[in-house]
């Protein structure tokens, strides 16, 4: 039968001299799509950081868009087979971050300028993903926090791990971008100042004017 993982508990049978084997085990396909993703993430890391070590600059931002892109199949991968498996609801949240994760190297290799709203988007679906998941799929509020203390609380959740921390990666750089643009527009105050001087001399002759 299926594995006993979509909440943990296990309806006792109520016929007598009956023996029922049960495994709270992690399912297979559960580890091994965990570990395929924090592989892919952590060689994606080492590959980059050897590219940069040999300057190979230009070829840094496809390293990292690859392994995204990677990590993001292994996720849709996962999707289909927790469906095959029954287990539609981890399914849900496999497919979610599937194409979550999916628009990240797509954005970082078509237009860079988006990645921080990436971050922010991104980092509020993951959350929205496992709420989803814990409070209207299974209704049990306790499965968010680590109420236990086992380690692989944290790990189920690390979708509102990821959540908080793209949040907060957005929030600094767009507290970065905005001292960086105030910093620029002080510098360019003064040059500013008198361009519109110039202009406005230049605008007030009747035969510049008439030029212009």
Not at 17 to 42: I, K, M, S, Y
Not at 161 to 175: D, K, N, R
Request: hydrophobic letters at 55%; charged letters at 15%.
């Amino acid at each position: 039968g299926l594995v006993v993982w979509d909440t943990g508990y296990f309806q006792t049978p109520t016929l007598r001299n009956v023996t029922q084997e049960f495994d709270l085990g992690v399912p297979a396909v559960w580890a091994v799509h965990r570990l395929a993703c924090v592989l892919c993430l952590l060689i994606m890391v080492l590959v980059e950081a050897l590219a940069i070590l040999l300057k190979f600059h230009r070829k840094s931002k496809w390293i990292i868009v690859g392994f995204l892109f990677l990590n993001s199949i292994f996720n849709g991968i996962a999707c289909v087979v927790y469906f095959c498996f029954g287990q539609w609801r981890i399914a849900f949240v496999a497919g979610c971050f599937f194409f979550v994760d999916l628009v990240f190297p797509v954005v970082l290799a078509t237009s860079e300028k988006y990645v921080r709203v990436w971050f922010g988007f991104a980092g509020f679906l993951y959350i929205a993903i496992i709420l989803i998941h814990n409070l209207v799929f299974f209704r049990e509020p306790r499965l968010i926090y680590n109420e236990d203390g086992h380690f692989l609380a944290i790990v189920r959740n690390f979708g509102l791990i990821q959540g908080f921390i793209a949040i907060l990666f957005y929030c600094w750089a767009t507290a970065v971008l905005t001292r960086l643009k105030a910093e620029a527009r002080r510098v360019i105050q003064v040059d500013l100042m008198v361009f519109d001087d110039c202009w406005s001399t230049l605008n007030n002759n009747e035969f510049n004017r008439h030029v212009l």
